[in-house]
């Protein structure tokens, strides 16, 4: 059988095919191509594969793709582009070939096979090959074989791109806090709301102190508006919380004018085919309900705080002045909940039964640790507090606290200036400290002490507090006696007596009785310590 395409010999400038011109490196290119596909997924893979390396924008302006059935049997989908240099022509043959397909040039309704290391500067018609094609047929002509090709129906390239499913791609398996910047929301994250929960939401980052901006926006076949937010630089804990809450969708935006829901992915790389989505919409690719919405324009973002929903109250001073407009601050349910994480003790929450301990411990206290303590005497027991971010008369002590020392009832921790947990526990939600002050209603100097999930938090004031070595020390009474002029001590010389100490040598030290000493004695009775005060 003879062959009916012939290699090009390098410099020849004539050819049997129509259409066919060398370029700069003597390659002969068509002024089209063509490229066979056996099935779709294959195009789709190719233009994928494509969208990857370069711009699709290029691409898609000269691209046509037409379903065609072959002559001797069988489909195949058939995309032409206009003709370019070599250069271009080996990208798509590459690209192509991974995926299956096939590549050719030439013009009109006659194409040739592309060059090859068989013929480097590629192929043309052997002499005596016939062609004849209807306007209805394309002919594509290989090695050995002639393929003619009759269309049934056009696919538009842009209509194509926007309806492909999206692919389900595996998230991180420690969660998105692991590595936000893998799910493409380390600067900029959408979030789509359901109309019901943008309330809470909205209190949820807000309290977290995420920026945020937020657009209310209507979909397709849904009566409420939804809410659209935008998150700038928000944590890996925050996108953790909102991926498993139902009804909240987190997207990533892939280019100016579109966005994919994390966890899955478009086929086409949409950051390099913007001519893919025409006009001035946003696209927001949904994934789990498998649907494209479609914004009218470009999201005209507010700023989160006039989203947060807050008491107003206004009071007028004159009729139809509202200058005296006041907001309330956002209103947040602070409890306890167990935590793993280790702080600095502040202080210790005593038992009255343990009160004779406390007061023979302070005695190892250093000086310093125990000029910054305070006490507070309350129902449960008496609170100890040797540290304080609040400073002033509580503040912190220099060196080791008194706390880290007292081996003694519950240990309490701060968690924020002048609040109070026991240890083992955390505030929940996390808010900024200042915040939680507000939230609490605290003044400056005023602390807080949460003793239980079940339980309020007690406000404890400056007079609450006292000296701890004051409130616990008992007062020592001095006995004055006369001496006689017999028992005065001589005005002699004084004199050194060295004596032997043993190994414990404070053993035996205070009794004062057995060896003979005059002892200063302690009052008889206990002292009563300063009454506390409720908060």
């Not at 939230?439 to 239980?452: K, R, T």
Request: proline letters at 7%; glycine letters at 10%; a neutral charge.
């Amino acid at each position: 059988m003879p062959a009916l395409l012939e290699p090009i010999a390098a410099g020849q400038t004539r050819f049997h095919l129509q259409g066919l011109a060398p370029d700069a490196r003597g390659v002969a290119c068509g002024r089209e191509t063509l490229v066979a596909f056996p099935s779709l997924d294959r195009l789709v893979a190719f233009l994928g594969a494509y969208s990857e390396e370069c711009s699709l924008d290029e691409l898609i302006p000269t691209m046509t793709i037409e379903r065609a059935r072959r002559d001797g049997g069988g489909h195949a989908l058939l995309m032409r582009c206009a003709g370019a240099d070599s250069y271009a022509l080996d990208r798509l043959a590459r690209l192509s070939l991974a995926v299956h397909g096939q590549l050719f040039t030439g013009s009109g309704t006659v194409f040739v096979r592309y060059r090859d290391r068989m013929a480097p500067f590629g192929y043309d018609l052997a002499g005596g090959t016939t062609t004849a094609a209807s306007p209805e047929e394309v002919v594509v002509v290989d090695h050995d074989v002639t393929a003619r090709y009759r269309a049934l129906d056009r696919l538009d390239p842009v209509e194509l791109i926007q309806r492909l499913s999206l692919r389900q791609i595996p998230l991180p398996l420690a969660g998105i806090a692991s590595d936000p910047q893998l799910c493409g929301l380390h600067e900029i994250a959408l979030v789509l709301v359901a109309p019901g929960l943008s309330d809470r939401i909205l209190s949820y980052l807000w309290g977290n102190q995420v920026p945020l901006a937020g657009v209310r926006v209507a979909l397709a076949g849904e009566r409420r508006a939804s809410l659209l937010l935008r998150l700038r630089q928000p944590s890996g804990q925050v996108l953790d919380v909102l991926h498993g809450i139902p009804g909240v969708e987190l997207l990533a935006p892939v280019s100016q004018r579109a966005a994919v829901e994390i966890g899955y992915r478009h086929p086409i790389h949409l950051a390099s085919a913007s001519s893919c989505l025409p006009g001035d919409e946003m696209y927001l690719f949904r994934g789990r309900v498998g649907r494209v919405e479609r914004l009218d324009g470009a999201p005209q973002f507010i700023d989160g705080a006039h989203l947060v929903r807050s008491d107003v109250a206004a009071r007028a001073h004159e009729p139809g002045d509202a200058r005296g407009t006041a907001v309330q601050a956002l209103k947040v349910e602070l409890r306890l909940r167990p935590t793993a994480s280790i702080r600095e003790p502040r202080g210790a929450l005593i038992r009255w039964e343990q009160a004779g301990l406390l007061r023979r411990l302070i005695y190892l206290i250093p000086p310093m640790a125990l000029a910054a303590a305070r006490l507070a005497v309350l129902p449960q027991g008496m609170l100890v507090l040797t540290g304080s971010s609040l400073g002033g008369a509580a503040g912190l002590a220099a060196g080791v606290g008194a706390a880290a020392i007292i081996p003694l009832g519950m240990r309490i921790v701060e968690v924020a200036p002048g609040v109070l947990v026991p240890d083992g526990f955390e505030l929940w939600p996390h808010v900024r400290p200042q915040l939680v002050r507000e939230l609490l209603g605290l003044e400056a100097a005023d602390h807080a002490l949460f003793l239980g999930t079940d339980q309020s938090p007690l406000r404890l004031r400056p007079d609450h507090l006292a000296p701890l070595d004051a409130a616990m020390m008992s007062r020592l009474e001095l006995a004055v006696i006369e001496a006689s002029p017999s028992e005065m001590p001589s005005s002699g010389p004084a004199t050194l007596l060295n004596e032997r100490l043993g190994r414990f040598a404070l053993w035996g030290f205070g009794e004062a009785a057995r060896a003979g000493r005059p002892a200063v004695e302690e009052a008889s009775g206990t002292p009563e310590l300063p009454p506390g005060r409720e908060s």
